[in-house]
């Protein structure tokens, strides 16, 4: 069982920046890829970036590329979502998710879920 659990969230202005983090405990994590969705109240969840188990490739969404950056420690076990240029839109409860395909990240289908933490931009 894998159990993963998010930090780094918080209120912030438009264009500013958060560092998410996402810890994770219970299996080998570096065979896992991992990725970040988001979900804005009132509207289904949203891709928004995966990283390779082992980092070497990645893909983040159009809605943020060019802004967010998905990184992983091995090492450490966290994937981090850096997201800078912040929007009043990118406002969302933001959540880990992992599974042993990317494709499978990617779709997020039967992969395993933190609970979310929140980002608030500010306008």
């Known amino acids: 069982q894998v159990q993963l659990v998010e930090s780094g969230g918080g209120l912030v202005q438009a264009g500013g920046s958060l560092r998410l983090s996402c810890a994770v405990s219970?299996?080998?994590?570096?065979?896992?890829?991992m990725g970040w969705y988001r979900q804005a109240s009132g509207k289904g969840r949203e891709f928004v970036a995966v990283v390779s188990s082992d980092g070497s490739s990645s893909s983040t969404a159009d809605s943020v590329k060019g802004r967010f950056t998905i990184s992983r420690d091995n090492a450490n076990r966290t994937v981090f979502l850096q997201m800078n240029s912040l929007k009043p839109e990118d406002t969302a409860v933001y959540y880990c998710?992992?599974?042993?395909?990317?494709?499978?990240?990617?779709?997020?289908?039967?992969?395993?879920w933190g609970r979310g933490t929140q980002v608030t931009v500010s306008s």
């Open positions: 998710a992992a599974d042993l395909s990317s494709r499978m990240v990617l779709l997020g289908r039967g992969v395993y």
């Open positions: 219970g299996s080998i994590f570096s065979i896992y890829a």
